[in-house]
């Protein structure tokens, strides 16, 4: 076409045409895109802003990375000087003084004191070299890669977060994958078969997150303040002090949080809005619009309290309801150490009202479960915190009762046989009970506000076992070490694998073509790829903000 001819002219023109060619049906232009509408990365704000974010960054990389490196340099060469000079002195003395059954030669209590007063003459603990410390990449690297849990943790969660974090992967590559494929018939095809329910019924995998949520909250809570004297903490007491409390818990989570999420969200406003001009396929959502418009929803986790429509960078829909998780959550603990039996009703209520609106609201839109896609009625249903409360609740349960019994629950093999047959089996028939299965109205809304809570019990038994030394295999699996690394990443996985998966989707000139094949080596690249990014943004903004926020949280750095 003429490069002056508009969208609208070519619009017109080929509805003309059709409508002649083809005068017996009515066939209208869906959309026409312009190859002229250019986009000029080096004139847009977020792209300077990323790079001032990165370029800022890295000098700390560097000048903590390198601070590194001398003070252990320097550390290792002073101890090596001690070493020698006491072994020296120790000869020495063993020579002038007559040896006895009372005199030995303790080369290792003379060292050990020598590097104790080696550090006092060199306060390298001074909060500025801490504070560029932070950024160091081989100590970073060291703490994600390091495998050592303490006695006092809870491992299994490792593992869950880890494996639940693979199954949300897989889910979004077959989402976005099917969405840009020449065989859509494929998708049919699959959905027949049973094992297709591991795929549709991903969803799961967001409740182990939560559960994993609401039970570390509550068991770090109770572990800490048990040790930790708030009154003394705040040097207040009553309302103030526990007001207190709960603005620097807050604070905590939003500092740990937000930094490589901000990151994220500039970077899929830019990739999205490069792809809007640039790809032949359209962006699956709108963030080259929202994001520009509602990005301080996001950074107030408030985004899934507005339209669907309008959210930028739509996974973060359970950065927002976990947060708001996190709130009442750390509300109800709170009052609990002064009112719990208010504190358990309160937990308990709210998860009925949950379970019951949730029902409500599938029942009133015929809501199918096994039928309808897993995503469907999102706005109404699936990203809402008040159909999503119960695995957190659950969680925190679990929780408190593994803090209350400090993990030892004495159980006869008869208890253990059957939480494990039970469990597993529940677990199994969430999945693929259903499969082609039409519901009446009222069991398919029942299980749309029950199956969440369920899957999260499940679980429960899942993570007391194996807390209490029933775990057996399953234990040995979940408490991998080799999953540690992969488990302590996978917050920054989450943010960057979308875009990713969307990246090399849409960084095409053709659709795809879909076999079991295809997705398989789409799976396993995602996953590698997105776990390499995943390590980059952790070593670069998760983890320093974290030992920064140590060195001004008294709790973690008593601790």
């Known amino acids: 076409m003429p490069y002056s001819c508009t969208k609208a002219d070519v619009d017109e023109m080929i509805s003309q045409s059709l409508h002649q060619d083809i005068p017996e049906r009515d066939v209208k232009v869906a959309k026409v895109k312009s190859p002229h509408e250019s986009y000029d990365l080096f004139n847009d704000r977020i792209f300077w802003l990323l790079i001032i974010i990165s370029a800022t960054t890295t000098v700390f990389l560097i000048l903590g990375t390198a601070l590194d490196m001398y003070l252990e340099k320097n550390k290792h060469e002073k101890m090596n000087g001690y070493m020698f000079d006491n072994y020296r002195y120790a000869v020495s003395s063993a020579k002038l003084q007559p040896l006895s059954t009372h005199s030995k030669i303790d080369i290792e209590s003379e060292s050990s004191k020598s590097s104790e007063s080696l550090s006092k003459p060199h306060n390298y603990t001074c909060t500025a070299v801490n504070m560029l ?65 591991l795929i549709n019924k ?31 903490l705040t040097k207040t007491t009553g309302f103030l002090s526990n007001f207190i409390e709960f603005l620097g818990l807050l604070i905590y989570r939003f500092c740990r949080l937000t930094a490589p999420y901000f990151f994220a969200l500039g970077v899929v406003q830019l990739t999205m809005t490069w792809f809007h001009y640039n790809s032949v396929f359209d962006p699956p959502t709108n963030d080259h619009i929202n994001c520009p418009k509602y990005w301080w929803r996001n950074l107030l986790y408030i985004n899934t309290l507005f339209p669907v429509q309008d959210m930028c960078m739509l996974w973060s829909w359970y950065l927002a309801d976990d947060t708001q998780f996190y709130i009442l959550g750390v509300i109800l603990l709170i009052l609990s150490a002064r009112y719990f039996k208010l504190a358990a009703s309160t937990l308990v209520f709210c998860t009925v009202v949950s379970w019951f609106t949730t029902g409500y609201i599938a029942y009133t839109n015929k809501h199918m479960p096994n039928i309808d896609d897993p995503l469907a009625l999102f706005d109404k249903i699936y990203d809402k915190p008040w159909t999503r409360l119960g695995p957190y609740f659950v969680g925190m349960s679990i929780g408190w009762l593994l803090f209350k019994t400090e993990c030892k629950i004495k159980m006869n093999t008869l208890t253990v046989v059957t939480g494990w047959t039970v469990s597993s089996a529940m677990l199994t028939s969430l999945i693929f009970s259903f499969h082609q299965v039409e519901l009446h109205p009222i069991v398919a809304a029942a299980y749309s506000s029950l199956s969440h809570t369920l899957w999260a019990l499940c679980l429960s038994w899942t993570v007391i076992a194996c807390a209490t030394g029933h775990g057996g295999y399953m234990n040995k699996l979940l408490s991998c070490k080799f999953l540690i690394p992969f488990s302590r990443t996978t917050y920054c996985a989450y943010l960057v694998h979308p875009i990713v998966i969307r990246y090399v989707v849409m960084k095409r000139d053709s659709p795809l073509h879909l076999t079991v094949e295809t997705v398989a080596i789409l799976f396993l690249g995602q996953i590698t790829v997105s776990y390499i990014f995943a390590f980059i943004l952790s070593i670069a903004f998760e983890a320093p903000i974290v030992s920064l926020l140590k060195l001004v949280s008294p709790t973690k750095r008593n601790n």
């Open 133 to 197: 410390l932070a950024f160091s990449v081989l100590r970073n690297l060291k703490q994600i890669c390091d495998k050592t849990i303490g006695e006092d943790t809870i491992s299994t969660v490792h593992g869950l977060r880890s494996l639940s974090m693979m199954w949300i992967v897989l889910g979004h590559v077959c989402i976005v994958s099917f969405k840009y494929s020449d065989n859509m018939e494929f998708r049919t095809m699959a959905e027949r078969h049973i094992l297709f329910q």
């Open 202 to 232: 991903a969803t799961f995998s967001v409740d182990t997150f939560f559960f994993i949520s609401g039970l570390l909250v509550s068991f770090l809570y109770f572990r800490t303040t048990a040790k930790v004297d708030v009154n003394k």
